[in-house]
């Protein structure tokens, strides 16, 4: 949805219909809702990802390499933030 919003031509600049892709806006950026939360531990890292990547909530994206392709034939980076409050991931994963 947020790559189709910066592709969308509903808008017009001097009477053209344009993206805002077209006038530069080319990032997206993801904030929260991508990581799957450990809500005991409060955490976004668990067992299944002990070397500290995170596990990505896969309900709400469940095709991220078909996301990223989409963007990228499009134009559009795609951006990430790491740093959450979803999963109040305080302290250093151990």
Do not use: M
């Amino acid at each position: 949805q947020v790559v189709d919003a910066l592709l969308d031509k509903s808008r017009t600049v001097n009477g053209n219909p344009t993206s805002l892709a077209e006038i530069g806006y080319s990032d997206a950026g993801i904030d929260d809702g991508w990581q799957h939360c450990d809500y005991y531990q409060g955490l976004f890292h668990n067992n299944s990802a002990p070397n500290g990547f995170p596990v990505l909530n896969a309900t709400t994206f469940p095709n991220l390499s078909g996301l990223i392709s989409y963007a990228h034939q499009n134009k559009i980076r795609i951006n990430w933030y790491f740093n959450n409050c979803k999963c109040s991931e305080h302290e250093a994963y151990p």
